[in-house]
């Protein structure tokens, strides 16, 4: 029941919901002002009315307690769905975007916070000196540490990507999370290995995208929960959204692309090659195992995928989405190269003996038969490309330089979507816009050719009238 209290010239109604899961009292308040020149009777009467409404909405609202801060509920949010409901890799992006809302909002308590907070948080967003990450840049000794192998050595002791360490040792910043832990490994303090700094270069607007549907996903959980009664995030503009073409390669670059690549070490060069004869995604790539592949009826089914963050390491998980765990038919000429990588690795694995790190029996795997770390591959072909003379492109333009000579070629839109694995044909339509303009434009450039000889046969049969008319 509703209790009412004199404060100021109004009055405070307060709701109780029992207590939440710390054991505190569950309250929730209102304030209510009498209008001038109202009688005592009236003032009664009225403020008996507001305390049952208040009460009525907040137990149809099932509100919570609206008391708690963003910082507090985000952890609550992290804890209670995303650790138990979303996969690893996209709870870590949750997880390391809130740490960067939580410095510019996470003192605020849920029932004040308001779209006005959050726009001036995006602002400030886009100003230096606001990003929560501290980079760490190794000292001299860090790479006298490193001989022969320990890279490898330290990849396994730590989880993090050889392409890390590597960067380390040349002078790159690295994760501050990663300087630690390397430093752990190798047993010497942190201080003796590394330099900190803080990163303060501005936020671009991708990501200040990304944070804006975090705190979007956030606060509409604490509506679904019964924190607030509605999300504060739905009424700000999200940051703009810069039109950019996915990158992909052209048929000509594309031939060249495999013509540089049969050159390279048959390791490298298979899994590039593949991928772009299949378009998987690099998770689904580093996850297939022999099983999946079904040689004779050029087929391949993606049921896991490989994935690495800072948190878990190397890990194995289930696709993306339900569309994205789909059959797939291979070209024969992608066949014909997993059997020739199959030789390879069949004559390592002999080589190797009990040396060989065989798991799941995957089928791309490291030169010691144990699943590929996802950032060697990317960083084998950002090398490659830079001294290939080809247009700078990533591994995941080789998904899209798959399905743009697709679209290219004339094939459908839904085909094109279910071979990608897109959970909505409107994600491969919008992704691919650009793409089907200019297949478009092509196909009017083809029936163009016809022009002078329909107007030509126009003016043959106008002329053929005027002589018998």
Partial sequence: MATIKKQGRGYKITVSQGYDINGRQIRTHMTWVPDPGMTPRQIEKELNRQAVLFEEQVLAAGVKNGNIRLVDFSELFLREHAKLNLKKKTAYEYRKRLE????????????DLRPGHIASFYANMREKGMRVRTVAVAKDGFAKLL???SMTSLHRQTGISVN????????????KSNAIALSEALETPVEDLFTFHRDMSPLSDGTLRAIHRTLSAVLGRAVKWGYIRDNPAARVEMPSKKTREAPYLDEKDAQRLLELLVSEPIQWSSPIIFDLLSGLRRSEL???R???VDIDSQMIHVRQTQNYTPDDGCYTDTP???????PLRIAKSGMLLLCEYQRWQDAQREKLGDAWEDEDDRVFTNDFGAPRHPDSLTKWFTDF???????????HSLRHTYASLMIFDGVNIVTVSHRLGHAQTSTTT??????????EAMADETFDRFEKAVLLNKHQINTKRRKTG
């Fill in 286 to 288: 580093l996850g297939l």
């Fill in 290 to 292: 022999w099983e999946d």
């Fill in 385 to 395: 490309i830079k001294r290939s003379g080809l247009p700078k492109v990533t591994i």
């Fill in 147 to 149: 001989v022969h192998g």
């Fill in 320 to 326: 993306k989405s339900i569309e994205s765990n789909r």
């Fill in 100 to 111: 960067t809302i939580n410095q510019g909002l996470g003192h605020i308590k849920l029932q």
């Fill in 430 to 439: 919008n992704i691919y816009a650009h793409v089907i303009a200019s297949a």
């Fill in 164 to 175: 890390t360490i590597r960067r380390a040792r040349d002078g790159s910043p690295i994760d």
